[in-house]
């Protein structure tokens, strides 16, 4: 009698444990997407502000510098998309020739969301790096 209820206890202290590290985990992952939208949103507006003046039409050095620049300083893959979907800039780009081989972003769910609604976001891997990533675009 007693390893029997040794065993049923066992089992079900096993079942509270899996099901409460279930809950948690996906409660924590939850809050770190939350806080990575948050930052990629403000990342973003932030490249907006700094852009707006200065928004190029095609992909050039200068602007391709300073998109390295601030990709590098927060950590995150920054690329700038002309209205039609053509890479203007990319942080991940060594230079502006690299730029013009990316290809067109017009067909990607999170910039025809962010076309139609002023931003959108979608995780995958990237064709260009290989790596998975979080994409959040917002239209300036």
């Known amino acids: 009698m007693f390893w029997k209820l040794l065993i049923a206890v066992s089992a079900l202290a096993l079942l509270v444990i899996l099901v409460l590290t279930w809950i948690s985990s996906t409660a924590y992952r939850a ?24 928004w190029p039409s095609e992909p050039n050095e200068a602007t391709q510098s300073l998109v390295h620049r601030i ?7 920054l690329t700038l998309i002309a209205a039609d979907g053509r890479v203007l800039a990319d942080s991940y780009s060594k230079d502006a020739a690299a730029v013009r081989e990316i290809e067109s972003h017009r067909n990607r769910s999170e910039f025809l969301a962010a076309v139609r609604t002023g931003q959108g976001s979608a995780q995958r891997i990237s064709p260009t790096v290989g790596e998975r990533f979080w994409y959040r675009a917002v239209r300036v």
């Open 31 to 54: 809050l770190l997407e939350r806080e990575l939208d948050n930052r990629l949103r403000d990342e973003a507006a932030s490249l907006a502000v700094v852009m707006a003046d200065d």
């Open 71 to 77: 990709g590098e300083r927060a950590a995150l893959r």
